[in-house]
């Protein structure tokens, strides 16, 4: 069984950065993806990431439109963790962040469908005060 724990959330001004962190315990894992929940919505893609034999070693990346530029989502499947780093917040950024896991690489055609994944963390919640 496979447990997902993410840290690093927490509260920070608009135009601020936080970093968070997510570690897999359990088993390899071949794609990682954060999605994320504000208030009153629905769970939304945010970034992911997935490790082919074909692809690059750092492993292809795909972000939402709405992050793109400002978020960085880097890992090490071998070490079995995943980080989000988030610069140039914004309040609609405020949200619970959850850190998702499937154990093989992922087209990236499918990265933001969350049925895709397995396992998912608790979530931490990041809050960006205007």
């Known amino acids: 069984q496979v447990q997902l724990v993410e840290s690093g959330g927490g509260l920070v001004q608009a135009g601020g950065s936080l970093r968070l962190s997510c570690t897999a315990s359990g088993r390899t894992i071949g794609t990682f993806g954060w999605f994320r929940q504000a208030p009153g919505k629905e769970r939304e893609f945010t970034a992911a990431?997935?490790?082919?034999?074909?692809?690059?070693?750092?492993?292809?990346?795909r972000y939402a439109d709405s992050v793109k530029g400002r978020f960085t989502i880097s890992g090490d499947n071998a070490k079995r963790m995943v980080y989000l780093e988030m610069n140039s917040l914004e309040s609609e950024d405020t949200a619970v962040y959850y850190c998702a896991a499937v154990a093989v690489p992922l087209s990236p055609h499918v990265l933001a469908l969350p049925f895709q994944y397995t396992y998912w963390g608790q979530g931490t919640r990041v809050t960006v005060s205007s």
């Open positions: 990431v997935t490790w082919t034999l074909s692809g690059a070693s750092g492993g292809t990346t």
